[in-house]
């Protein structure tokens, strides 16, 4: 049980609502992040002014996936003139994604790295130990109670045992 007191005996999950908030947006970000790589990759190149329709109307796909862009030549018959739009920069995606990953990590006690963020400076092994410090006092204190359990339902066992009660066996502390 993680965290148990006496109210919740039990304890709680560790899977906390914090961590399925985070978990949420991180797979909408990452979902995001693939529709925008796939986007990015077509060409946003709009010809302005033309005077008949270019593109097949049949066949609107090429425009709406950025292939071809028309506009036609407007009523005082300028000229047509060609314009690229600037691509998508996948930077704000990724950086979004990062800070998710700072948020779990304040969250959970795990290091950042772990999710697989990486920093550009590397880290010293003294800020890799004292990144794990939070981590590893929950998997002592984790044991401990586990460990606190686990004889407990030993006193119990050797209490059917022997036809006594806990607290006997408890007190007697069988070896």
Not at 2 to 15: D, M, V
Not at 33 to 57: F, H, I, K
Not at 60 to 82: C, F, H, L, Q, W
Not at 112 to 134: C, H, K, Q, T, Y
């Amino acid at each position: 049980a993680h965290g148990a007191t006496l109210e919740r005996p039990f304890g709680a999950s560790r899977i906390t609502r914090a961590v399925m908030s985070i978990t949420d947006d991180a797979i909408r970000q990452r979902a995001r992040m693939e529709v925008a790589a796939e986007s990015a990759t077509l060409p946003q190149t709009w010809l302005l002014g033309t005077y008949e329709r270019m593109t097949d109307n049949a066949n609107r796909y090429d425009a709406s996936m950025g292939a071809v862009n028309e506009i036609t030549k407007d009523a005082d018959g300028d000229s047509p003139t060609v314009w690229q739009s600037a691509q998508l920069q996948m930077a704000p995606l990724t950086e979004y994604l990062r800070q998710l990953a700072c948020q779990m990590s304040s969250v959970t006690n795990v290091p950042v790295s772990f999710f697989g963020v990486s920093n550009d400076n590397p880290s010293s092994s003294d800020a890799i130990a004292a990144s794990l410090e939070p981590l590893v006092i929950d998997a002592k204190n984790l044991n401990r109670e586990n460990g606190n359990a686990l004889r407990n339902v030993a006193y119990m066992a050797l209490a059917l045992a022997h036809g006594t009660d806990f607290a006997t066996e408890r007190d007697r502390g069988a070896n």
